[in-house]
């Protein structure tokens, strides 16, 4: 009888180990998993500091352009302002040098919209 005690003792201590093992095994896959996703963590904050970072550029970048929005806007203005002095010029016979001087600027003002 003692036999079989000592028989199923030493099963049970077989199965014991083998758990033991398992869980140590699974200790050290957990602790690499971690060690993952810390780096991954890392690398995320990186990412989200460069997103802020463009995040500014972008919004640089749209003040930049609605002022030059505005620029356009007020050159189309001139140059139709001296678009129509220039026809009252033709209808009121301007010399020769008035009408090269306002055809300049309005080639200058042009030059500046494209």
Known sequence: MREKKSSKRDQYTI??????????L???????V??????????VDQLDGKIDRLDGKVDQLDGK????EGRVVRLEENIEFVKGELTVIRHNQVTRDEFKLLETRVLRLEKRLK
């Open 15 to 24: 199965v014991l180990e083998d758990v033991r093992s398992d869980f140590k």
């Open 26 to 32: 699974f200790g050290e896959e957990l602790q690499a």
């Open 34 to 43: 971690r060690g993952s996703v810390e780096r991954l963590d890392g690398k």
């Open 65 to 68: 352009v609605d002022r030059i």
